[in-house]
């Protein structure tokens, strides 16, 4: 059924290709113009249901102190390399304006006073203050109302106000705070543009033809443009992450051009066989087409399962960048047989490249510049998986081995959230953080925030801020603020390290394990430990508890949905047991780098960084999905040899070698586009670049032209036995496997290997 849909939808667009272009141009327009007027700009809400950090915030909410809203702070330090606050007076004043100035911006609830601070003398002006114990760096912080009431105006506001004084004022002027994480935009632009550059590239050396290459790119640019839109009208009606338009526009360009790839190649070979090219798309959607549809939903399928986090912002961007996969797997069934259909036979002649080598060397050079000239496999590759193939123990030892090898690091996986200290020194908020590092100490920059509700016990709150002083990790403890009307109490405390530090995240469950309830004991009082830094820490255990549960849940629906297709048992079970391999060895290669430090400086990583918390849950659910793309459109043409030949090695050779070139040029493609992203500023999207590149890689070459020959190799017939009970269970008509020859003489091959 699913065939002879995808038939009629192909066909039916190659021959009205110009309606389905325009149609796709409308939908293109309608869904910009819908963004521009009722769409949302990303914001991060680091939040999560049960929390520790969470229930702090509630009370703080309760409590009305307005700390629970979102923070900025503007950190200024004279130009005059010999003045202080103390005795330039220009700088007094310059500092007063300023402070002035950010308290009549929009939503301000209220700032710091470094100058009334300096009036007031003591010690609340070195420790704890706004102003340094030297007197050279001041901080006006600034107090925002809670997220929902705040958007990007608001952060557009505080910067362009810092633009204009900095011109007005002998001051320097960074700033910072979590204003800016919320709702600065992602840095992937630039990324783009190199990403579809590098595959447009590719794909010229790969089919030697302008007109072949620029078919995929098309589609793609087509589909991300609906695929954004629609993600900023999504961020009109909730918060979307500011890393999902990101990382929707990398993965959206990486599976675009490659689904459209491994149809516009099997197009390709219908035309060298003589087919007319409205024919032929029609054909190559309903063959190519099955293998695109079936990974596309299995990669939507498994970025939604990113819900089992029970993490919103997640799930919410989980939502978004699937609905971006999606609307690639409609595109390349029906707009890309619709530029098909527009080309014409133009396709199948090669590109002036093509030609001129093909008249040097005719044959098998020709062949093997032209991945989808014929039938035949190149040479090479065939003789490379026969030789595997004979050699089957020693290649499956070695690149399971090698690949073991590159997973040992993740033992040492430490997850968190790079602070602004992370970010290049072209950034003002990694300039304010280094000031206020040097001025006050690491931890002035991720402040906690104790939540304490004393329920009627009066000496509560002076023994729970002399414990709280008294922890080796907490470096002061500001003067504790009581709301008169529910009695809650609010501690804002300083840690003695960064937000990143490890030692942080070990300071927050110390309070919570030992010192707050030592300082509470057994009566109703309760108090929580919140802040910034504690809600990312909350988050990344959160979803550090959570991944084994996705995990389980892919494996088990990757499992079941390979058995259906393939009709196999140990087929779906190696492909798991591989793909694990490959993802693990990722996850290592980024502690290798990020945590490491070992070739950070080739990304422009400038200091070593923890694993961004939500990070690994999401490559996993990406990553796997991705990796069944590979997967059934390889395993569809092994298992269509087999049905031709009834021969396991003959399959195994024929088909690894017939689909090597498509895959290795689809995923140099892809790693190309996320390599692309890897050299952006923010190490998060660092590590989403680096991370999926290099397991796309490692699936391409070590895993497909390896482990699979070699390991399928070693199972024999045996990759195809269904035990007749399940064969009777499971429905028909499988989804990946190719039957091009029952679609040129009208027969269905349905041949059924169950156990006998």
Same mark, same amino acid.
């Given at each position: 059924m699913l065939s002879k849909a995808l038939l009629f939808v192909g066909a039916s667009a190659a021959r009205h290709p110009w309606r389905v272009i325009a149609a796709w141009l409308i939908a293109a327009t309608l869904a910009v113009l819908a963004a521009i007027a009722f769409g949302g700009r990303t914001a991060d809400s680091m939040t999560a249901p049960g929390l520790d950090s969470q229930r702090? #915030?509630?009370?703080?909410? !309760?409590?009305?102190?307005? @700390?629970?809203?979102?923070?900025?702070? /503007?950190?200024?330090t004279p130009l005059d390399s010999g003045a202080t606050f103390f005795d330039h007076g220009s700088a007094r004043t310059a500092l007063t304006r300023l402070q002035s100035e950010v308290e009549r911006?929009?939503?301000?609830?209220?700032? &710091?006073? +470094?100058?009334?601070?300096?009036?007031?003398?003591?010690?609340? #002006?070195?420790?704890?203050? +706004?102003? &340094?114990?030297?007197? !050279? *760096?001041?901080?006006?912080?600034? @107090?925002?109302?809670d997220q929902s009431r705040l958007s990007a105006e608001d952060l557009d506001a505080l910067v362009g106000l810092g633009d204009r004084l900095r011109a007005e004022l002998p001051l320097r002027i960074e700033m910072g705070g979590n204003l800016f994480y919320a709702f600065s935009d992602p840095d992937g632009g630039a990324s783009e543009l190199i990403g579809i550059l590098a595959a447009a590239a590719i794909l010229f050396l790969a089919f030697g033809s302008l007109v072949a290459a620029a078919l995929p790119i098309g589609m793609a640019v087509f589909g991300l443009t609906v695929g954004v839109a629609t993600m900023t009208l999504l961020a009109g009606v909730t918060d979307v992450p500011t890393f999902a338009p990101v990382l929707g526009s990398m993965v959206g360009l990486g599976v675009g051009i490659d689904y459209a790839l491994f149809v516009l190649a099997r197009h390709?070979? %219908?035309?060298?066989?003589?087919?007319?090219?409205?024919? #032929?798309?029609?054909?190559?959607? #309903?063959?190519?087409g099955r293998p695109v549809v079936f990974a596309g939903g299995t990669v939507v399928v498994s970025i939604l399962g990113l819900a089992v986090a029970n993490v919103p912002f997640m799930t919410v961007g989980g939502f978004a960048v699937s609905i971006v996969v999606l609307i690639m797997v409609v595109a390349s069934v029906t707009l890309l047989p619709a530029f098909l259909g527009a080309a014409g036979p133009r396709l199948a002649r090669a590109g002036r490249i093509s030609r001129a080598l093909q008249t040097r060397k005719p044959g098998r050079l020709a062949r093997r510049r032209d991945p989808a000239a014929g039938a035949a496999p190149a040479a090479g590759w065939r003789r490379w998986i026969g030789h595997v193939s004979r050699h089957p123990v020693p290649y499956a030892v070695g690149a399971a081995g090698l690949l073991l090898t590159a997973t040992l690091p993740v033992l040492g996986l430490r997850v968190g959230l790079p602070d602004d200290g992370s970010l290049p020194d072209s950034r003002t908020e990694r300039r304010a953080y280094d000031l206020v590092a040097e001025g006050f100490g690491p931890g002035t920059n991720g402040p906690l925030v104790i939540a304490a509700d004393p329920a009627g016990d009066p000496g509560v709150l002076d023994r729970l801020v002399a414990t709280v002083a008294a922890d080796p990790g907490i470096a002061y403890v500001a003067p504790t603020h009581v709301d008169r009307a529910t009695g809650i109490a609010t501690l804002v405390v300083f840690p003695t390290t960064s937000p990143q530090d490890k030692a942080t995240t070990d300071t927050i469950a110390r309070l919570r394990t030992d010192v707050l309830p030592a300082a509470i004991g057994h009566g109703p009082a309760r108090a929580h430990v919140g802040g910034a830094a504690a809600s990312l820490s909350d988050v990344g255990q959160r979803t550090s508890q959570r991944l084994p549960v996705l995990v389980a849940a892919v494996l088990a629906m990757s499992f079941l949905l390979l058995m259906l297709v393939f009709r196999s048992v140990l087929v779906p079970l190696k492909a798991v047991l591989l793909n694990l391999l490959s993802i693990g060895a990722a996850y290592g290669i980024m502690v290798a780098v990020f945590q490491w430090g070992w070739g950070g400086a080739l990304i422009g990583l400038e200091a070593t960084? +923890? *694993? /961004? $918390? =939500?990070? +690994?849950? =999401?490559? =996993?659910?990406?990553? =796997?999905?991705? $990796?069944?793309?590979?997967?059934?459109?390889?395993? $569809?043409? /092994?298992?269509?040899? %087999?049905? !031709?030949?009834?021969?396991?090695?003959?399959?195994?050779?024929?088909?690894?070698?017939?689909?090597?070139?498509?895959?290795?040029s689809a995923a140099l493609i892809m790693v190309a586009v996320f390599l692309s992203f890897a050299v952006a500023d923010d190490p998060s999207i660092k590590m989403f670049g680096l991370g999926l590149a290099t397991a796309i890689f490692i699936d391409a070459t070590v895993v497909r032209m390896v482990l699979v020959p070699a390991t399928m190799t070693l199972l024999g017939r045996a990759n195809w036995w269904l035990p007749r009970w399940l064969d009777r269970m499971l429905p028909r008509g499988p989804v990946g496997t190719d039957d091009t020859a029952a679609e040129s003489t009208g027969a269905a091959l349905r041949p059924r290997l169950v156990d006998r």
């Open positions: 702090a #915030a509630e009370l703080i909410e !309760r409590a009305g102190t307005g @700390q629970e809203g979102m923070t900025a702070q /503007v950190v200024v911006l929009p939503h301000v609830l209220g700032t &710091s006073d +470094p100058v009334g601070a300096l009036d007031a003398g003591g010690d609340a #002006a070195v420790r704890g203050g +706004p102003v &340094s114990a030297d007197g !050279r *760096i001041a901080v006006v912080r600034v @107090q925002y109302p390709r070979e %219908y035309l060298a066989r003589g087919l007319d090219p409205r024919e #032929a798309a029609g054909r190559a959607v #309903a063959t190519a960084v +923890p *694993i /961004v $918390s =939500f990070i +690994p849950m =999401f490559l =996993f659910a990406i990553l =796997f999905g991705l $990796s069944m793309d590979y997967e059934v459109f390889l395993l $569809s043409r /092994v298992r269509e040899e %087999y049905l !031709r030949t009834g021969d396991n090695g003959t399959a195994i050779v024929e088909g690894v070698a017939g689909t090597a070139r498509i895959i290795t």
